[in-house]
């Protein structure tokens, strides 16, 4: 099906998109990637009456380390992220996710940044922001304010981005000392969204020996990404274990709310997810060690 009629712009700026964002009210949609909205306007899911390309906008995409912080423009496409040697260096858990992205041709045009606005509880983004702690950095004409990723998920399909807003950017923390990270995922085929993704990341103390935090977050097991809070709680200033990674993957499997589909049972999922973290609490530990 072709999408219903629309107007279409192409800013040259983040000021110019600001202004057109404010004019327009609920009906004007920002395409990034166009990845998940073109296909929703295929559908007639989405009907926007005006489409605001921020593809010409100079400066949203920079992947860059400033201030301590880890910077990533909304507009790195997934490709840019798995290819760039800052997040291999910087964020493992990023660096891990970044390739499970759908299949080359979508990690080539999709965003970061669409892809957390898009608020999909399907995509590996959301859970790797959530285990990171990173904070959303979002533009209004004439305003701006940061979003914890705990406060960005609202709800299916629903970030906090309000309708004249544009993420601009992503502010992943960097981690002074042993760190380690990784994204596991489950899918029936290659390219295909996850059955059951899971985000990990641990910071250990100087000598490696306790974890002094920790961040699980999960992918595809409810109506938007799951941090596993309890599960994370149980690690943090303990040694590493494997008995401790059992208990932390049962809390993890417990925060989870998966609904049985075409991709499996509810009781399959929740399985899933405990292998995954402990799999993962292990992998990053290890990591974090030989760091
Ligand atoms: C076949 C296929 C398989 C896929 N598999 C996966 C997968 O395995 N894992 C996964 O995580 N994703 C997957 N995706 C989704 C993909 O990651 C998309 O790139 C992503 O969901 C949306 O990013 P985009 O840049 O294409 O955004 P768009 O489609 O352009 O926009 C998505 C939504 O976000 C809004 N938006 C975009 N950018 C901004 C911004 N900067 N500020 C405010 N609002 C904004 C748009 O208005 C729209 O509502 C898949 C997509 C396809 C087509």
New binding site residues.
């Given amino acids: 099906m072709y999408p219903t009629a629309f107007d279409y712009v192409a800013p040259t700026s983040v000021e110019e998109t600001l202004a057109i964002l404010a004019d327009g009210g609920e009906d004007v949609?920002?395409?990034?990637?166009?990845?998940?909205?073109?296909?929703l306007m295929k559908l007639r899911l989405?009907t926007p009456e005006k489409l605001v390309d921020?593809n010409r906008v100079p400066g949203?995409d920079p992947i860059e380390v400033v201030d301590g912080l880890l910077r990533v423009g909304?507009?790195a496409r997934?490709n840019a992220i798995a290819n760039s040697d800052v997040v291999k260096a910087e964020n493992r858990t990023m660096a891990a996710a970044a390739p499970?992205?759908?299949?080359p041709l979508?990690r080539n045009?999709?965003?970061v940044?669409?892809?957390l606005?898009?608020a999909?509880p399907?995509?590996?983004?959301g859970s790797v922001m959530l285990a990171c702690r990173a904070t959303m950095v979002v533009r209004r004409a004439g305003g701006e304010r940061t979003i914890a990723a705990d406060d960005f998920f609202v709800d299916l399909f629903t970030s906090a981005?309000e309708p004249d807003?544009?993420?601009?950017e992503i502010h992943v923390p960097r981690y002074d000392g042993p760190a380690g990270g990784t994204y596991l995922k489950l899918?029936r085929k290659v390219?295909?969204?996850?059955t059951v993704g899971v985000a990990v990341h641990l910071q250990l103390d100087a000598d490696a020996g306790h974890m002094t935090q920790a961040g699980i977050a999960l992918t595809a097991v409810g109506p938007k990404n799951i941090r596993a809070a309890e599960a994370e709680q149980m690690l943090v200033r303990e040694s590493p274990s494997d008995e401790l990674y059992a208990e932390a993957a049962h809390a993890a499997a417990t925060a989870a709310d998966p609904r049985t589909d075409v991709r499996g049972s509810a009781e399959y999922k929740r399985a899933v997810v405990r292998t995954f973290v402990r799999r993962g609490l292990a992998q990053a530990v290890e990591l974090a060690r030989s760091a």
């Fill in positions: 949609k920002v395409l990034a990637g166009g990845q998940s909205l073109i296909p989405a921020i949203l909304a507009m997934h499970w992205i759908s299949d979508v045009v999709g965003t940044g669409g892809s606005a898009h999909d399907q995509g590996d983004w981005v807003e544009l993420l601009t899918e390219g295909d969204y996850a």
